[in-house]
């Protein structure tokens, strides 16, 4: 299409290795769209940092600096042209609104649903963010689960 513009990509990030996982996939995914990634992560009233709980309004620069030190895998692969952004408040309210805002084109979150009762799977965030997204979302599964659709032994 002539005059198209394709939106970002927004990926989710909280430090877990699967939020690793959907950091990769969405960068090879944004070079291959031509897109801009936003990388988001979301901060509330207090953060994990070192073990230890902390307030998040005293320590930003800190935060910054363990979202940039997960971004590094990022760089590893070969995407040195992103952005990344902190935003108040819960992961879902966080990459929704980060979507909305800069005109997504997809949403890029992992899955670290646990448990066997199949809608458990999914995990709770990237639920709501497939539920209330206005764009595409692809969910990245973690290593070694099964991706089997039902159980067979009922």
Same mark, same amino acid.
């Given at each position: 299409?002539?005059?198209?513009?394709?939106?970002?990509?927004?990926?989710?990030?909280?430090?877990?290795?699967?939020?690793?996982?959907?950091?990769?996939?969405?960068?090879?995914?944004?070079?291959?769209?031509?897109?801009?990634?936003?990388?988001?992560?979301?901060?509330?009233?207090?953060?994990?940092? @070192?073990?230890?709980?902390?307030?998040?309004? @005293?320590?930003?620069?800190?935060?910054?600096?363990?979202?940039?030190?997960?971004?590094?895998?990022?760089?590893?692969?070969?995407? @040195?042209?992103?952005?990344?952004?902190?935003?108040?408040?819960?992961?879902?309210?966080?990459?929704?609104?980060?979507?909305?805002?800069?005109?997504?084109?997809?949403?890029?979150?992992?899955?670290?649903?646990?448990?066997?009762?199949?809608?458990?799977?999914?995990?709770?965030?990237?639920?709501?963010?497939?539920?209330?997204?206005?764009?595409?979302?692809?969910?990245?599964?973690?290593?070694?689960?099964?991706?089997?659709?039902?159980?067979?032994?009922?």
């Amino acid at each position: 299409m002539v005059g198209s513009r394709v939106g970002p990509v927004v990926v989710g990030i909280d430090g877990s290795a699967n939020s690793g996982r959907a950091l990769i996939f969405a960068g090879r995914y944004a070079a291959r769209a031509g897109a801009h990634l936003v990388v988001v992560h979301a901060i509330g009233l207090t953060e994990m940092i @070192d073990g230890e709980h902390v307030p998040t309004h @005293d320590h930003q620069q800190q935060i910054a600096e363990h979202v940039d030190v997960w971004c590094e895998a990022l760089r590893e692969d070969g995407h @040195d042209e992103f952005e990344i952004r902190l935003v108040h408040g819960a992961p879902v309210d966080a990459v929704l609104r980060t979507a909305h805002d800069d005109d997504a084109s997809v949403i890029v979150v992992g899955r670290r649903g646990a448990g066997n009762r199949p809608e458990l799977r999914l995990g709770s965030t990237a639920h709501q963010v497939v539920e209330h997204s206005h764009c595409p979302v692809l969910v990245i599964p973690p290593i070694g689960r099964s991706t089997t659709v039902g159980d067979a032994s009922g």
